[in-house]
């Protein structure tokens, strides 16, 4: 996976070179869902003052490492380790040499959200340090597209079902029963909801409730059904909806918000995925053949 500037570079603020950094942003779990706070940080010699979190702090190492205190002992952190530290632990961390800095990308997730799935309401992780380089990907790079863009489906897509894949590899949690009676049946309903509200899609919380099923039911059932996760299936429907819109003359950001994407930007993203090519070049290319 690439690795992005704000992750490992030094900022440059007003022409200095600052090598220490950190930014908070926030997605929310769904139209009207709870918030999941997320921070990319990249420090040289800060040290953290003994705290605490409401929610499971989880992290990725992306660069350097770094040591914290935690439960009575000291863990270590390398390029690819994912750290667990569970709701109301004490900790601390700093840079674990005195040259080498740290950088990482972490989230504050409740414990609802990775009890999702499974029989206990909080799982317990025996060991913080988590060894599993393609989860450790995998989250890395929802934070990243996540902080970029913040998509309230996409988010709540994503996160959870992450986050509960953690739970089920590395807790002493007891995973629920994966089959989901009318699969089928289900997803067609869930993909009919989000194709007519795709400007505003509904809570994928509030679907799986009305359902009677749990979120990560949900999720399970649609990607088996679909090929695909929810927001996945979303945007390749709005991308077949922007293009008729720009084959009728619309300007990219005209079809954007016509279809419910954040922005152009979100937009081309999704293009380029999907038909290779940007909006504008997609339009171009269509207004150029109806010349001849």
């Known amino acids: 996976m690439e690795t992005g500037p704000a992750d490992v570079a030094p900022l440059a603020q007003g022409g200095a070179i600052v090598a220490e950094h950190a930014r908070w942003t926030r997605a929310r779990l769904g139209r009207c869902g709870p918030p999941v706070d997320m921070l990319t940080a990249r420090f040289d010699k800060h040290v953290y003052a003994p705290h605490t979190h409401a929610e499971f702090s989880i992290g990725v190492c992306v660069a350097g490492s770094?040591?914290?205190?935690?439960?009575?002992?000291?863990?270590?952190?390398?390029?690819?380790?994912?750290?667990?530290?569970?709701?109301?632990?004490?900790?601390?961390?700093?840079?674990?040499?005195?040259?080498?800095?740290?950088?990482?990308?972490?989230?504050?997730?409740?414990?609802?959200?990775?009890?999702?799935?499974?029989?206990?309401?909080?799982?317990?992780?025996?060991?913080?340090?988590?060894?599993?380089?393609?989860?450790?990907?995998?989250?890395?790079?929802?934070?990243?597209?996540?902080?970029?863009?913040?998509?309230?489906?996409?988010?709540?897509?994503?996160?959870?079902?992450?986050?509960?894949?953690?739970?089920?590899?590395?807790?002493?949690?007891?995973?629920?029963?994966?089959?989901?009676?009318?699969?089928?049946?289900?997803?067609?309903?869930?993909?009919?909801?989000?194709?007519?509200?795709?400007?505003?899609?509904?809570?994928?919380?509030?679907?799986?409730?009305?359902?009677?099923?749990?979120?990560?039911?949900?999720?399970?059932?649609?990607?088996?059904?679909m090929g695909v996760p929810p927001y996945a299936w979303l945007a390749q429907y709005r991308v077949t909806r922007a293009r008729a819109l720009l084959d009728s003359g619309l300007r990219p950001a005209e079809a954007a918000t016509l279809v419910g994407f954040a922005d152009q930007a979100h937009m081309t993203r999704w293009f380029r995925r999907v038909l290779g090519v940007t909006p504008a070049a997609y339009r171009n290319s269509v207004q150029d053949a109806e010349r001849y």
């Open 66 to 225: 770094e040591v914290i205190a935690y439960r009575g002992g000291h863990i270590r952190t390398g390029p690819g380790s994912i750290v667990v530290l569970a709701p109301g632990e004490m900790h601390t961390g700093g840079p674990a040499t005195p040259t080498d800095g740290y950088a990482y990308r972490a989230l504050y997730a409740g414990p609802s959200l990775l009890a999702d799935g499974m029989l206990e309401a909080v799982p317990h992780f025996r060991d913080p340090v988590v060894d599993d380089p393609e989860l450790a990907a995998a989250l890395r790079l929802a934070h990243t597209e996540l902080a970029a863009c913040p998509d309230p489906l996409e988010a709540e897509t994503r996160l959870p079902w992450l986050l509960t894949e953690l739970s089920r590899r590395h807790s002493t949690a007891r995973a629920a029963r994966d089959e989901v009676p009318g699969a089928h049946g289900i997803s067609l309903l869930v993909r009919d909801r989000l194709a007519d509200e795709l400007t505003a899609p509904p809570a994928l919380a509030d679907l799986a409730a009305d359902l009677g099923l749990s979120r990560y039911q949900l999720l399970r059932a649609f990607r088996t059904t």
